[in-house]
DNA sequence: CGTATCTATTGACAACCATCGAATCAATCG
DNA sequence: CGATTGATTCGATGGTTGTCAATAGATACG
C-alpha cells in the first residue's frame, strides 16, 4: 500500500540528464492496485452502483424479474451487468425454483473500501 | 442512497400476471449514482488507482517526469491517465516551470469512500 | 534568438463495453 | 408431455478505452 518514493530534487539540473533518478516502486501494490482496480471497474457504472446499493440493503430478497423495472434497460442488459459484477466477485447469486437472487458477497468491497476509506 | 424496496411476492402466482408489482424508486440516488460511478471508473485501471495511491502520499512533491518510471507506459500514455483523473475531479495540476505538480483534490474521494465503508 | 527539457495533445488502431432483439436454457404448472 | 414464465446467452452494433508514435506547446537557459 506505500508507495515509497524518493522524491526527487526537482531543482535546475544541466542539460543531458535525464530528470530524475529512476524511482523505486514497491512490487506490493501492483496486483493490489489490480484487484482493487477490477471491483472500482466494476462500480464504474452508474445501474451498476445502483444494483449493488439495492442488494446491499435487500440481500437474498430480490429477484432478478423485481430488478429490471429499476432501471430502463432490458432484461439481457441487466443480466450483463449483474455477470459483470458476478465476474469482479462482488455478487454472487443463488437460483430458487424459477427465481434467482443475488446478494453482495460479503467482505468483495472491504479492500477497496479501506483503501479508498479516510486516510 | 437508501433504496427502498417493496419486497415482493415471490410465491406462485396465477399465470398471466407479471413476476411483481413495479418497485418504487427513490430519484435521490440516481445522480449520486452517476457521480460515484465515475469517481469509480477513474479509479478502475491499476495504473490510475496507483497514481493516485502515490499522488495521495505525496501530494504537490512529484512532477509528471517522476511518475513515468514508475509505470511501463510511455509519457503520453500516463498524461492521458491524468487527464481522465483530472477530469473525474480526483486529481489536480499545478505548474512550476517546466514541471507539472499533481495532487489528489480533498474530499474528492469522499462520497465513494462512505457509501463504499463499512456499512 | 535558438535549443533543450518537460508536458499536453493529436491521430491511429485494436480491444473492450453497453445495449438491444432474438434465441436458448431452466423450471414450474396444468 | 406441452405450455408458460423467468433467466441467461448469442450476435450485432455503435461508442469508448488504453496504448503508442509523432507533434505541438511551454518554459528555461545560453
Redesign the pocket.
Known amino acids: 500500500m506505500n508507495v515509497d518514493l524518493e522524491t526527487a530534487p526537482k531543482t ?2 544541466p ?5 530524475c533518478e529512476p524511482v523505486a516502486y514497491p512490487e506490493v501494490a501492483r496486483e493490489e492496485a489490480t484487484r482493487m482496480a477490477a471491483v472500482a ?1 466494476a462500480l464504474g ?1 452508474p ?1 451498476r452502483l445502483q444494483l449493488v446499493d439495492v442488494l446491499r440493503e435487500n440481500a437474498g430478497k430480490v ?3 423485481e430488478l429490471v423495472p429499476l432501471f ?6 441487466l ?6 459484477l458476478r465476474e469482479a466477485g462482488i455478487v454472487d ?1 443463488e ?1 430458487k ?4 437472487f443475488y446478494y453482495v458477497r460479503p467482505g468483495a468491497l472491504d479492500e477497496l473500501a479501506r483503501w479508498l476509506g479516510p486516510a
Not at 15 to 19: I, R
Not at 72 to 77: A, H, V
Not at 97 to 100: F, I, K, P, R, S
Open positions: 535546475k539540473r542539460p543531458g540528464e535525464p530528470c471497474k457504472d445501474i429477484c432478478v424479474c430502463e434497460i432490458s432484461q439481457s442488459t443480466s450483463h451487468h449483474l455477470r459483470k447469486s437460483r425454483g424459477l427465481w434467482a
